[in-house]
T-cell receptor
C-alpha cells in the first residue's frame, strides 16, 4: 500500500531557529513530491514541487530534498519566523500519470516570538 | 495565475437538506478536478476525481449517490452533498489541473467549511 508519513506531528520552536520537517513514503517509484502549507481553516499553498529526477528544490528560506532510494523527503526552513506557523503537508504522486496525490497527516509548526 | 476559487467559503445547513459547493478555475482550463475532505486535525482524503464531460471516479468508501459531482465545463465542477447529516460536517477542498502543465501540478481552492446541524 502506498502511504505517506510525516514526523513529527507537531513542532514548537523559538524564532530564528533552523528546522527540518520529515516525510517518508512507502514506494520509491514516485512521479513527484510536493510540499504544501495550510493555515488554519484555509486551503493549501504549494511551497515546493520536486520531480522524481531531482534531488532538491529551493525557494527563499525553504529547501526540500528528495531521496527516493530511502523513501524520504525533508523540508528545511531557515531562520524561522512566527509567520511560518502553519501545518505543513507532504504529498506524493506515484505512477507515470502523476495525477493522484497522497497526503501525509502533516506537521503542525509553531514558531514562538 | 492558476487560481482556483470555491463558493461558498462556509455553509450551515439543516440535517436532511442538500448543499452544493462550486469549484472554479479562474484563469486556466482544468481538464481534471479533485475533491478532498478534511476532518479536524487530519489530512486531506481524496473523495473523487472528475474529468470534464465524463462521470467522476469515486474513491473506495465514498458514496457516489450521496456526493454528486458534476464537471460540465473546463472551468467549473460542483459537489452536491445530498441529504446531509451531521457526520458530513467537514472541510471540503477542491483542486484543479491545468491542461498545459506537464508537471501535473494541482492548484487548490481555499476550501468550504460545511456544518450540518
Amino acid at each position: 500500500k502506498q502511504e505517506v508519513t510525516q514526523i513529527p506531528a507537531a513542532l514548537s520552536v523559538p524564532e530564528g531557529e533552523n528546522l527540518v520537517l520529515n516525510c517518508s513514503f512507502t514506494d520509491s517509484a514516485i512521479y513527484n513530491l510536493q510540499w504544501f502549507r495550510q493555515d488554519p481553516g484555509k486551503g493549501l499553498t504549494s511551497l515546493l514541487l520536486i520531480q522524481s529526477s531531482q534531488r532538491e528544490q529551493t525557494s527563499g528560506r525553504l529547501n526540500a530534498s528528495l531521496d527516493k532510494s530511502s523513501g524520504r523527503s525533508t523540508l528545511y526552513i531557515a531562520a524561522s519566523q512566527p509567520g511560518d506557523s502553519a501545518t505543513y503537508l507532504c504529498a506524493v504522486r506515484w505512477g507515470t500519470s502523476g495525477s493522484r496525490l497522497t497526503f501525509g497527516e502533516g506537521t503542525q509548526l509553531t514558531v514562538n516570538p | 495565475g492558476a487560481v482556483v476559487s470555491q463558493h461558498p467559503s462556509w455553509v450551515i445547513c439543516k440535517s436532511g437538506t442538500s448543499v452544493k459547493i462550486e469549484c472554479r478555475s479562474l484563469d486556466f482550463q482544468a481538464t481534471t478536478m479533485f475533491w478532498y475532505r478534511q476532518f479536524p486535525k487530519q489530512s486531506l482524503m481524496l473523495m473523487a476525481t472528475s474529468n470534464e464531460g465524463s462521470k467522476a471516479t469515486y474513491e473506495q468508501g465514498v458514496e457516489k449517490d450521496k456526493f454528486l459531482i458534476n464537471h460540465a465545463s473546463l472551468t467549473l465542477s460542483t459537489l452536491t452533498v445530498t441529504s446531509a447529516h451531521p457526520e458530513d460536517s467537514s472541510f471540503y477542498i477542491c483542486s484543479a489541473r491545468d491542461l498545459r502543465d506537464n508537471s501535473y501540478e494541482q492548484y487548490f481552492g481555499p476550501g468550504t467549511r460545511l456544518t450540518v446541524t
